[in-house]
């Protein structure tokens, strides 16, 4: 067991007290995954960037790539149109990013488009015409696309991915119709080589009191609890 020594404190003056509040909405239980170690951890991992906001960190330069989905039909509450907007020099819109969709649009396959914006270039998932929605097998091959483009092309990191969850025009589904948890989607996007960091829906903000991992493979204790362990 670990004994705390000394008094640490996050704010300044009287922060820590005011900053207790169960009736925060937006609010988020973050765990350490382990102890920080000497030895170099060398296995590939997802940053989970919880709480921080993915159109403020694309302004500010932090990508290179950003991996959304797109659709050939309506873009106009996709990020990638959030995107078009924010950069500057960007010559995309949102009638431009659709029309361009088209042209690769395939009835049974995923396809991954590009969209060079300037400063940045967005990875498209185009889910296929023939169906309304993304299925996690769209998202292995996708996934498998765009890893095997990073590591063709290592100037495109560092990359980000959104959640795919809580989306509209691109609705992500498993086997069973049923939106699929973020751990699916972690596992999914990480077993087809994406090591990138990935921005949870906003609405996923508001997970507490469960607590979440800052990063993915999530630890050993975790599976260990599922077992009826500790």
Known sequence: MTTKTTTSRI???DGDQLMVDEAVQERLVVLPDGRPSKTEDKTPR??????????????????RSIVCAVNAEDNSHGIISKLAEIVPTSQWDMQSITTHTKMFAHRESVTVIKFDMDTIEVLGLLRPTNRDHLTLNDLVHGFAVVSEMIRRKPHR???AAVSFLGAHANALVDEHGQEPSFETVL??????????????APWMWESAPTGVYARYPFPPSLENMRMGGF
């Open 11 to 13: 704010y300044d003056g």
């Open 46 to 63: 997802i940053r989970i960037m919880w709480g921080q906001h993915l159109l403020d960190d694309v302004v500010a330069g932090r990508y």
């Open 157 to 159: 990191m560092p990359v």
């Open 187 to 200: 596992r999914t996007m990480h077993e087809s080589g994406f090591h990138g960091d990935v921005y949870p």
